[in-house]
């Protein structure tokens, strides 16, 4: 896993290399301005494209005019670089680039404050005005800029970070930015990339490495880390000779209800697909047919049966589809001990009886989307909060909350946020969370730790939606999904078995 850090410490740790490396502070932004490019070039190859960069007069402007110099030299021929000299300060590395970039052809406009701006005609502007640094509300100057900027509607690509946007931290509904199509970041994303709220500010992001001091960066303190697949090959365990479906674990899904029963049959297929030696589903009768053409696979139980069920199985998860069934959880908390998954009807009926939070077991996998979150925990206007509030609760409470998101946040007891990279908006359809329920079973009936399912279930979920968004195609469907399971651990892990 990689440290996502603060704005501050990745100050810090250019700094830091600036230092020991030894590398000049001149040199490290030639770096960032020649990542920055060779990005810019994948994006945009016709080297006759109209090109606008926009330039502050600190270090980001310093990028921005370095990369304008190097575009340049790259063959880009129509050029033209703005300065907003909206601030009577300037970074000396700002000036020095500007110093090469005046022995140069490329035109150079500066604007001084209240300076009217002309109608933006280039097709592609560059976002070199402010960078990470800012703490505050675009306003005067700036806000009337970034505003010129949007209204052009023309494609903007960010360096560091769009103007106007916090790296971190709560990012207020009021506030404007330039909205950037493309983000071309620095050795690692701003902790506020994976935040909802990002979205207002940008479409899409690239991280460009530039020689940062990489051991120093993962021994700087932070609270987010974000999984890789390198964790997913460390974790998973292949299946060996002789092993048989004792060695995989009993699962055993609460789920369904006579008007719900697709949430129960997904939650079964993501179990059998993710590899539970046993997977056994307690649903209403009247479902039984229905589980036994989908998934003859599967094994039934009635809720009469359920104590006995619950003792033979070695992990369960309750919630998909359940409705008024799931009463039942005041019940089985009393229950032994076992790996749990909460979801769904589970986490309302959860929100509705708080006191049985205290009840669960260590360990415990609860699944909340967004608006099932604040049922539970209390409304939050805003992400960075809710994700605290995460952090909290998993400690309070010794659980493990995959918070459901875009960028899902496993947060865990002792306060770490991990964040899952994988899976892309074709997988927006219903019943995503109901096979992501039943693969967290899977991993726990085959005794992973809880934060080791939750790792393998998030990533490779969402891993399998990237692999069949590949192939184009625009909606992608929880049934599909559950097929694709198979093959995209093994894609995943595959060096494991040789």
Known sequence: ???????????????????????????????????FVAVTQALFTDKHIPILICCGTGNNGGDGLAAARLLQVAGYDS??????????????????????????????TEWLPGDGLPPITQDVIVDALLGSGLNKPLAGDWLRLARHINQSQQRVIAIDVPTGMRADGVIPDTEET???????????????????????????????DIGLDETFIEQLPTGFKLIEAADVRRIYRPRKP?????????????????MHMGAALLSCGGCLFSGAGRTTACIPVRGLAALNTRYPEVMYSADSALRDQWEAADAVGIGPGLGNRATQLAEVVDYPAKPLVLDADALNWLSEQPALLDRLPEGCILTPH?????????????WWSRVQTAK????????????????????TPEGHVLINPTGNAAMATGGMGDVLTGMLVAFLAQRYTPVEAAILACYTHGAAGDRLRADRQAVILPTQLIEQIPSTLYELTNNLDN
């Open 1 to 35: 896993m990689k440290s996502i850090l603060t704005a501050k410490q990745m100050r810090a740790a250019d700094q830091h290399t600036i230092e020991t490396a030894p590398i000049s502070a001149i040199d490290l932004m030639e770096n960032a301005a020649a990542a």
């Open 79 to 108: 050029l033209h670089v703005w300065v907003a000299r909206f601030s009577s300060r300037e970074s000396d590395d700002f000036a020095m680039n500007l110093h090469r970039l005046r022995q140069t052809p490329i035109p150079v």
């Open 178 to 208: 330039v909205f950037a199509h493309d983000v071309v970041t620095f050795q690692r994303p701003k902790i506020s990339f994976f935040f909802p709220e990002s979205a207002r500010a940008m479409h899409r992001f690239h991280v460009a």
């Open 242 to 258: 002789f092993t048989h479906k004792g060695t995989y674990g009993h699962a055993l899904i609460v789920a369904g209800s006579e």
């Open 370 to 382: 967004m608006k099932e979150f604040d049922r539970l925990f209390g409304r939050h206007t805003d």
């Open 392 to 411: 909290e609760k998993a400690a309070r409470y010794r659980l493990i909350i995959i918070l459901k998101n875009r960028y899902t946040f496993i947060v």
